[in-house]
């Protein structure tokens, strides 16, 4: 399963991309007001920090504007994937751009029929947002075992990102279900690392270490 880091906070996309283990970054609106910098000069800079695919959002509505929307973003760098939200002018769109060879984003996905959409749109990635999902009462996690099913029974190629991330039992239920991606704000990849036996242990280990008076090399 790939990692991707829900963030446009450079300084921590640099940090977790030290451990390796950050195969790419999803940005949107909201996070790109929090990082206070401009959509352009931030997302340059993710992109120079990760191989992997970076997700820019489009803000228009329409497929038109939408389409000059994407034609921007993209020529940022070549691991760009424009984020379009799932609408009937973000699939359009989606099936323009997917057909130009341009990796696709599909985000704002809360129903598997909306996932089936997006997989027949050509979307190279569908965002199916369990947190928010949760937030009113559903259970997030349905979403992508009904997503998976449905692309393994057609052979869909569209990889599953699972976002809104709120917490490590979301990972491990993706991962539990086959999840291509899951994308997840930097402190959740955090909590991923830690177990409470791991630092007690390490500690004890340590402490025996110093009694032997030794030191290694
Ligand atoms: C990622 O692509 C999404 O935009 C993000 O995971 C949304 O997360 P939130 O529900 O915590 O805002």
Redesign the pocket.
């Known amino acids: 399963m790939k990692f991707f880091a829900?963030t446009a906070d450079v300084d921590a996309i640099r940090d977790l991309a030290e451990t390796g283990l950050v195969d790419g970054v999803?940005t949107?609106p909201?996070?790109i007001h929090k990082s206070g910098r401009d959509i352009l000069e931030v997302t340059k800079e993710i992109c120079g920090i990760v191989d992997g695919p970076v997700?820019a959002e489009v803000v228009a509505t329409d497929h038109e504007t939408m389409m000059k929307e994407a034609e921007v973003l993209r020529k940022i760098a070549d691991n760009i994937a424009i984020?379009v939200p799932l609408t009937v002018d973000g699939l359009k769109t989606c099936k323009k751009l997917s057909g130009d060879g341009t990796m696709v984003?599909v985000?704002l996905c809360f129903s598997a029929n909306q996932a089936l959409l997006a997989g027949k749109a050509g979307a190279s990635f569908i965002?199916p947002?369990v947190?928010?999902h949760d937030d009113i009462g559903y259970d997030g996690m349905n979403l992508i075992s009904d997503i998976r099913m449905i692309y393994d029974n057609y052979d869909f190629p569209t990889e599953i990102?699972v976002?809104?991330?709120?917490h490590p039992i979301h990972i491990l239920e993706s991962a539990k279900m086959g999840a291509d991606v899951a994308?997840m704000?930097p402190n959740v990849i955090l909590q991923l690392f830690k177990h409470p036996l791991t630092e007690s242990g390490l500690s004890a280990f340590l402490a025996d270490w110093e009694k032997t008076g030794q030191t290694i090399g």
């Open positions: 829900d999803t949107n909201s996070l997700s984020k984003n985000t965002s947002f947190g928010r990102l976002a809104s991330v709120r994308t704000p």
